[in-house]
């Protein structure tokens, strides 16, 4: 996906999501890394899914069954994600998103805002990067994912005797998208446009290939457009903290135990994914 939501989300699913039986048969990738005394399981999440998708891997059950720690990028319990996205998502008094949109973009984002049942009106105070946001679960939501589906929520109470250690906290998270500068969040607003409007199934094509460990596919449609987009924005949103998560688990691997890291699915994939970065630096990762 091509938009600050999306990147956030991470290849986030879509609730338009058409379960064939070949999608029933498939399996999301999971990379194992091991040394003498300890194992990190890397597996990548969906944040939004349909009710009654059957995703778990044996390989991530059994991993969660012996894990002594479970990171995540970010806690979602506690209400600091909402503060945070308060805090940070609404545009100066005075100043209004209609205005800073094209004439095609305003256009478009009365056809998706009238799609989703959201006013123009009340998105109309947000900074780009919120709306951006906001359309693009607004239209999940609409067609049946759900958050309490995703991959976090289900593995949230996951093995339980784990310690659960996370990458970044709610703010530094919603930070990367509100201090993302503004021309790049417009950008990537008037992309998302663009797609919830010409290409709704893009985010199933997209789920299709996580649930198949289509590397290629989820990198082709969901992370390399990105690249083209905004260069920014991708060093802002993926690259640059792939490479930060790449060494806080060169540390955990230093140590001993089981660790089983779900982190949004377009971070582990492509030339700066977390597995090619582990490989460029020696590591021996098993997987795609």
Request: charged share 25%; no cysteine.
């Amino acid at each position: 996906m091509t938009t600050i939501g999306g990147m956030l989300a991470a290849v986030t699913s879509a609730a338009t999501l058409l379960l064939s039986p070949a999608a029933a048969w498939a399996e999301p990738a999971v990379w194992t890394v091991r040394d003498e005394d300890s194992t990190i399981v890397l597996f990548g999440s969906v944040h939004l899914l349909p009710d009654g998708l059957d995703w778990r891997p044996a390989a991530l059950d059994a991993a969660l069954d012996a894990a002594d720690d479970l990171w995540f990028e970010t806690p979602t319990e506690g209400g600091e994600g909402r503060m945070a996205t308060r805090a940070l998502g609404m545009l100066p008094v005075g100043e209004s998103l209609h205005e800073k949109l094209s004439a095609e973009g305003r256009a478009r984002l009365e056809r998706v805002s009238d799609a989703v049942s959201l006013s123009p009106a009340a998105l109309d105070a947000l900074r780009p990067w919120l709306a951006d946001v906001t359309l693009s679960v607004a239209m999940l939501i609409r067609d049946g994912a759900r958050a309490e589906a995703g991959v976090e929520a289900v593995l949230a109470s996951a093995a339980p005797g784990a310690g659960r250690r996370y990458f970044e906290t709610p703010w530094e998270q919603v930070a990367f998208l509100a201090e993302a500068p503004e021309a790049d969040q417009l950008a990537s607003l008037e992309e998302t446009l663009r797609q919830l409007d010409e290409d709704p199934e893009l985010f199933a094509r997209l789920v299709r290939a996580w649930l198949a460990g289509d590397q290629a596919a989820i990198d082709a449609l969901g992370v390399a457009p990105l690249r083209t987009l905004s260069p920014g924005l991708y060093e802002r949103l993926l690259a640059g903290r792939n490479r930060r998560w790449t060494e806080r688990i060169v540390e955990r691997l230093a140590g001993s135990g089981t660790t089983v890291i779900v982190v949004g699915a377009g971070h582990l994939t492509g030339p700066d994914g977390v597995p090619a970065l582990l490989r460029a630096r020696g590591v021996a990762v098993e997987g795609p």
